[in-house]
Nanobody, 120 residues
């Protein structure tokens, strides 16, 4: 059984920062691509960033220059440093990962999400 658990969300004012974490646990052989997605009320879920195990990130245009993703492969954890937050960044942020489990099958997992609210 594999779990993705997000943490670090909260309520901040415009211009402030937050750091999200996503920790994977369970019967993991390896983690391939990890990513963050977000879903605002009334909108579809959208990509924020994906990152390969080699550390090559791909950002959505809307967050380039403000958000920075990183991974600690030894801890099966991905981070998202969010700076200069804007009200339009308000959403539930979800972690996603392609994980090869010990049985050698690769499965896509989602976390339950963490709320980020940017408001004055």
């Amino acid at each position: 059984q594999v779990q993705l658990v997000e943490s670090g969300g909260g309520l901040v004012q415009p211009g402030e920062s937050l750091r999200l974490s996503c920790a994977a646990s369970g019967s993991i052989f390896s983690i391939n691509v990890m990513g963050w997605y977000r879903q605002a009320p009334g909108k579809q879920r959208e990509l924020v960033v994906t990152m390969t195990s080699g550390g090559n990130p791909h950002y959505a245009d809307s967050v380039k220059g403000r958000f920075t993703a990183s991974r600690d492969n030894a801890k099966n954890t991905m981070y998202l440093q969010m700076n200069s937050l804007k009200p339009e960044d308000t959403a539930v942020y979800y972690c996603n990962a392609d994980i090869t489990v010990v049985a050698r099958s690769t499965i896509n997992y989602w976390g339950r999400g963490t709320q980020v609210t940017v408001s004055s």
